[in-house]
């Protein structure tokens, strides 16, 4: 990269970062070789005074997936799991509830796992993107049991939290130590990324991380129970470096055999997403939730990678400035809209149903309602409005259980009631 692209993106990105109001902001870019740029705007808080750096360390979210699945084929690699072989061989308690088909934990692999066609729903009872609580990873886990499947097993991609989590706590029984010590030890350490961790008490103790912002909110955790899948916090240039390892074809660390496994894929491989930056074919993985946005993608035939880490949800940047950041490097036009997977077709559901009607529920994160969701009947068949604006409709699996056009379950018989596995607080008719 030339020094006046350089100063072209450093105006560009301070520009944006004032025009939205971002908090904080890193930015790096890699070859195989090397970092070419790496550069923190804002602070670490909107209102404090301690600048972002290229060693800043951000929550990544979901782009902690890849580092769970890079681990995960490490595991393969060294004969601990294997990729086709049923989840109950290595969690033998593991049971899972579906419409489609008896005991379908033993169809489920960690292939299945880490691609999202396990047909798992995104929410676990215990410890989600609605309800944190203190749970503990393997509380989280465990508690994937109660879940119902949205599909038959291996039909399609639809993607959720809950395979890689249970991908990350295969890892942690099978090696007898804590995931977030067995991926420092595997995978982490191995490639020098000393301020890159899923451990929550070396995040927390960490002065100069930055601190999530959402709109709505006063405070967000910074310890999740969805740790394999999203708990991940690292800085602009060890995620470079994590990058670089993809570049790299592996290094000396994972066989080309089985990185060449997680990119297999139309849209999504094991752990990597699939996507078009400008007309050019980019791998890696967005990230949102708790104040954080982020994007990590590399462009293998053009041999490089893009970082963006943000400390706020409230703007447009994550994909919008990743995909400029290629383009202009690599020449193109203005960049298309972030990827997002097609949605199933819905099948057609009737029959009559019965039970308690008419009903509004608000839904929570934390003490902030979130939104607001309808229970309905309609012309003899039952309807769900959505918080989210989706309406769907219900057949009654058996009293008091209901399962979506989308395949997810409604369950009136818990106190509280919950959708997905969310829980819904019933608001009272207005007097």
């Given amino acids: ?139 989280h886990c465990r508690s994937i049991c109660d879940t119902w499947l949205r599909f038959p097993v291996g039909e399609r991609y639809e993607y959720s939290n809950l395979g890689i989590d249970l991908a990350g706590y295969i890892l942690q029984r099978r090696s007898g130590m804590p995931f977030h010590e067995y991926v420092r030890r595997e995978l982490l350490a191995p490639l020098g990324l000393q301020r890159t961790t899923f451990d929550a008490k070396m995040i927390r103790r960490d002065t100069s991380r930055a601190t999530g912002h959402s709109r709505g909110y006063t405070r967000l955790p910074v310890r999740i129970p969805v740790i394999a899948a999203g708990g991940l916090y690292t800085t602009a240039e060890d995620a470079c470096r994590y990058i670089q390892f993809h570049l790299r074809g592996g290094e000396s660390l994972l066989s080309p055999e089985l990185l060449q496994e997680m990119y297999a894929g139309q849209q999504y491989g094991l752990g990597i997403a699939i996507a078009d930056a400008n007309g050019v074919p980019v791998r890696g993985h967005g990230g949102g939730g708790f104040g954080f946005l982020s994007d990590m993608y590399w462009a293998p035939t053009e041999n490089l990678g893009v970082v963006v880490l943000t400390n706020s949800t409230d703007h447009p940047l994550q994909w919008q400035l990743t995909t400029e950041i290629f383009s202009r490097i690599l020449g193109g036009s203005s960049p298309p809209p972030e990827p997002a997977p097609a949605k199933p077709v819905a099948p057609e559901i009737s029959g009559e149903v019965d039970g308690p009607w008419n009903r509004e529920y608000a839904i929570h994160v934390g ?38 056009t989308t395949g997810e379950v409604l369950d009136l018989t818990t106190t509280p009631p919950t959708y997905a596995n969310i829980r819904l607080h019933e608001l009272k008719p207005a007097k």
């Fill in 1 to 139: 990269m030339s020094k006046r692209m350089v100063a072209e993106l450093q105006r560009y990105v301070a520009g944006l970062v004032d025009e939205h109001k971002v908090p904080g902001l890193a930015v790096g870019i890699c070859d195989a070789d090397s970092v070419l740029w790496c550069a923190g705007f804002g602070c670490t808080r909107a209102d404090g005074d301690v600048a972002i750096s290229a060693e800043t360390m951000f929550s990544v979210q979901s782009c902690s997936k890849m580092y769970t699945a890079t681990a995960v084929m490490l595991a393969v690699q060294d004969g601990l799991v294997e990729l086709d072989a049923p989840v109950p061989r290595y969690l033998p308690e593991f049971r899972v509830n579906s419409s489609f088909e008896k005991r379908p934990e033993r169809l489920i692999t960690l292939r299945h796992l880490l691609s999202h066609t396990a047909g798992f729903t995104h929410e676990a009872p215990v410890g989600s993107n609605y309800r944190i609580g203190r749970a503990s990873f393997e509380t």
């Fill in 367 to 404: 003490s902030v309602r979130d939104g607001t969701a309808r229970l309905r009947k309609e012309n003899g068949a039952l309807f769900f409005d959505h918080w989210g604006g989706e309406t769907v409709r219900l057949q009654q699996h058996r009293p008091g259980l209901y399962i979506s």
